[in-house]
């Protein structure tokens, strides 16, 4: 899991792979269309899309010369079980901290 973890968030850790994401949320698409709004060179941005490939987050399908790039969902929600962890984790302390801030600061004893 700390493989999959670590090629995720180095993938989304650029912008254009993040607005490919964000773009493929909504749907498969075209490679020109998610190329369009960037203003890289093709060769460039299909890097982009190998490193996104690679990570396991998208995978591409070919029909005639269209090339369309679909999302996977698997390592997204691997993804949002990690930081759902560690948000559960991270509040029980801070609640724990908190408390012990309060009692501090009525003179109780830690």
């Given at each position: 899991?700390?493989?999959?973890?670590?090629?995720?968030?180095?993938?989304?850790?650029?912008?254009?792979?993040?607005?490919?994401?964000?773009?493929?949320?909504?749907?498969?698409?075209?490679?020109?269309?998610?190329?369009?709004?960037?203003?890289?060179?093709?060769?460039?941005?299909?890097?982009?899309?190998?490193?996104?490939?690679?990570?396991?987050?998208?995978?591409?399908?070919?029909?005639?010369?269209?090339?369309?790039?679909?999302?996977?969902?698997?390592?997204?929600?691997?993804?949002?079980?990690?930081?759902?962890?560690q948000?559960?984790?991270?509040?029980?302390?801070?609640?724990?901290?908190?408390?012990?801030?309060?009692r501090?600061?009525?003179?109780?004893?830690?």
């Amino acid at each position: 899991m700390a493989n999959q973890l670590d090629s995720f968030f180095s993938a989304i850790a650029d912008p254009t792979r993040r607005a490919v994401i964000e773009r493929l949320t909504r749907g498969p698409a075209a490679v020109s269309e998610l190329h369009a709004p960037h203003n890289i060179a093709l060769p460039t941005f299909l890097k982009h899309l190998k490193v996104l490939e690679n990570a396991g987050l998208v995978h591409s399908t070919k029909q005639g010369r269209v090339r369309t790039v679909h999302i996977e969902a698997e390592p997204l929600a691997a993804a949002e079980h990690w930081l759902t962890t560690q948000r559960t984790l991270w509040e029980g302390r801070l609640n724990r901290l908190s408390a012990l801030a309060e009692r501090l600061e009525k003179g109780g004893d830690a």
